[in-house]
């Protein structure tokens, strides 16, 4: 049998039964389970402490491990892309130098 917020395997006869007004049962190892889901209303999840809480912490790190491998992944691609325009910038640019008299660069009327 497990306890109903923190999943532990109870040993038979050391149980703790409450019987809700809709007739649930629910099974708690410790007064601590008990007072944390009753009294205090928290959730499993969200201590620490409880099993509920530790899957749940590993999925998120899973998750988050994914997202950051992407990261790395965009951080290399854009550090790739930033020398490429360095070396562009490293190359000499053609200079156009206009003279006084060059028609050439002015736009032709119609």
């Known amino acids: ?11 038979k006869g050391t149980e703790k039964i ?17 007072k944390n889901m009753l009294k205090l209303r ?9 099993s509920e809480y530790r899957k749940e912490k590993n ?20 550090g790739e892309a930033k020398k490429k325009e360095a070396e562009k910038k490293k190359s000499p640019k053609k200079k156009i130098i206009k003279k006084r008299g060059d028609t050439s660069m002015k736009k032709k009327k119609k």
Request: proline share 0%; net charge positive; charged share 40%.
């Open 18 to 34: 409450y019987v809700t007004s809709r007739g649930d049962m629910l099974y708690f190892c410790s007064n601590k389970c008990e």
């Open 59 to 78: 999925a998120r790190l899973k998750v988050s491990a994914g997202k950051e491998s992407g990261k790395k992944q965009k951080k290399k691609e854009s």
């Open 42 to 50: 928290r959730k499993a999840r969200r201590v620490k402490w409880t």
């Open 1 to 11: 049998m497990e306890c109903s917020f923190c999943n532990a395997d109870i040993e």
